[in-house]
């Protein structure tokens, strides 16, 4: 067993401690046992949760193991017989304190009820199961790696290209307005990955609005007229997102630079090339046996899967965490330059127009992990709660609606998602531009009808998504800035969601204000 937050422990002993599970009898592990007795134990520091308490010296002085120094050994004796004697005696000792320890917490477990229902029935056979997952590692697919590289470096040339275009565009004709502007045209490669570069440029440059001022203010100076740095952080940026196409250009680009930069380049290291037989020239009349070579179209990687990391139990991943890679997205790079000037015959069409129609790049990380399929017999499997948190919700509340939505197999996503359609079926999502979207809200297709006529209405994937990030939102208290910003509209069209969610279930909200006044 390994040491760390990993599946197994540094310090499990076996003995009258082993836990049984079935017919399978597995040795007494202190740090898990000391997580299922009180998962709080790990405490919170800013990097996340403290391991170092679930580490075997913290655990003796939690509970009080005392540290036994035998007085017959010399500590001063520095012949080899005196070190090694000291070095058994303190062998022994530790091996005291921690049977002493595992006594102590199995006393626990056993008092507490988790000692056969959780610690001996789930916590350690998954540590079996886990080990044998990091022996064998994930398979990933070299080729659609570098594939997926060259993807998304084209998306990054291109999102590059467009945002250095539209400034120089939007600096020139800035100047040919207004000849006394003393901004000169900006025709420079600046750089999309320097925050002070950025900053300059959308508002000292292009006068874009300060994220959250309503007034239009751009100025960036203080009182006293020292110049600040005015943030680009993601959220601020997204509330001044229709005020230049450069901020969408931004946002492009740091989305292929994240999947580039965490789950491409940064998942290489990791990677374990499969060794593979290659022939070796051999002198005449000499023997010899093929070497190894490594495989570049296959490789595994071997992550440690964490069980003591998280207070709630789920498990988490490092090293690297293969937890978080996303699912499939597209991003489409437009040029708004030329998609201007193609609706505006007054301007001169003096630039190459060669990348006029937009580029839609779909990304999806996952698909780079797949099967040993060398081997005939692998299989990999994805699973899931099916709406964990929704049938929860529906049966703590006691919503009727919401009850018999699932007892009829219904989708309460794309339940949602329809009471927020037009009436004639379309999208409510309208606008002159995928980057000005605005959403209205209808009485939703089958309204008053029943459920069995709501379910016949199509429902698109994205749609699903929105009505499932408010549906959330709801539940954990985001707010509507929040939910806002994940769709990319307006927060008072969240309201309008938010409230039809409340309207069709009642019980819901009878709940939830129930709550509230409880607390």
């Not at 592990?29 to 134990?41: E, F, G």
């Not at 004709?173 to 900006?186: Q, S």
């Not at 179209?297 to 899967?305: A, D, L, R």
């Amino acid at each position: 067993s390994n040491s760390g937050s990993n599946s197994g422990s540094s310090g499990s002993t076996s003995g009258s401690y082993g836990s049984n599970s079935g017919t399978k009898t597995y040795p007494f592990d202190p740090r898990i046992a000391a997580y299922v007795c009180d998962c709080n134990i790990l405490g919170n520091t800013d990097s996340g949760m403290n391991q170092t308490e679930l580490e075997l010296d913290a655990l003796y002085n939690r509970y009080t193991i005392p540290k036994h120094t035998p007085s017959n050994i010399s500590s001063s004796s520095s012949s080899g017989m005196g070190r090694v004697s000291r070095l058994i005696v303190n062998t022994h000792m530790d091996m005291i304190r921690t049977l002493q320890l595992c006594e102590k917490l199995q006393s626990q477990l056993y008092s507490l009820g988790c000692y056969n229902v959780v610690y001996s029935a789930i916590e350690m056979p998954l540590v079996e199961v886990l080990s044998v997952a990091e022996l064998r590692g994930v398979v990933v697919d070299i080729d659609r790696l570098n594939s997926l590289h060259g993807l998304i470096s084209q998306g990054i040339d291109r999102v590059s290209t467009y945002a250095w275009r539209c400034v120089g565009e939007s600096t020139r004709e800035m100047v040919e307005k207004d000849p006394r502007n003393a901004i000169p045209a900006y025709n420079q490669q600046f750089n999309l990955a320097s925050p002070d570069q950025l900053s300059h440029i959308l508002y000292n440059v292009l006068k874009c609005p300060l994220p959250g001022n309503n007034n239009g203010n751009s100025s960036n100076t203080t009182a006293t007229g020292r110049q600040k740095q005015i943030s680009t952080a993601e959220d601020d940026l997204i509330k001044i997102r229709h005020t230049h196409p450069l901020v969408e250009y931004i946002l492009q680009f740091r989305a292929l630079s994240k999947v580039s930069n965490t789950y491409i380049d940064g998942l290489r290291p990791f990677i374990l090339y499969q060794p593979v037989p290659v022939p070796v020239p051999v002198p005449k009349g000499a023997t010899g046996a093929p070497g190894l070579a490594r495989d570049p179209k296959t490789g595994t990687i071997h992550p440690n899967w964490n069980i003591t990391a998280v207070r709630t139990g789920r498990l988490s991943c490092s090293k690297p965490n293969m937890q978080n890679i996303p699912n499939q997205q597209s991003i489409t790079i437009t040029d708004y330059l030329s998609h201007n000037h193609s609706h505006n015959h007054s301007h001169n069409h003096d630039h190459d127009h060669g990348h006029d129609q937009p580029l839609t790049i779909d990304i999806n990380p996952r698909s780079c992990f797949r099967v040993n399929a060398t081997k005939g017999r692998s299989i990999l499997i994805s699973a899931d709660y099916s709406q964990i948190e929704m049938r929860m919700l529906a049966h703590i509340s006691g919503d009727v609606r919401l009850i018999e939505l699932f007892r009829q197999g219904g989708d309460i996503y794309n339940h949602l998602a329809r009471s927020i359609m037009n009436p004639d079926g379309r999208s409510g999502y309208t606008g002159n531009s995928e980057r000005n979207p605005v959403m209205t809200t209808g009485t939703g297709v089958g309204t008053g009808t029943g459920l069995e006529v709501e379910m016949q209405v199509p429902v698109s994937k994205e749609n699903r998504n929105r009505a499932k990030v408010v549906t959330l939102g709801v539940m954990y208290g985001m707010g509507a800035q929040a939910a806002a910003s994940k769709l990319n509209v307006e927060p008072k069209i969240v309201h309008k969601i938010t409230d039809a969610f409340f309207n069709k279930f009642h019980g819901v909200k009878k709940w939830m204000q129930g709550v509230k006044r409880y607390v």
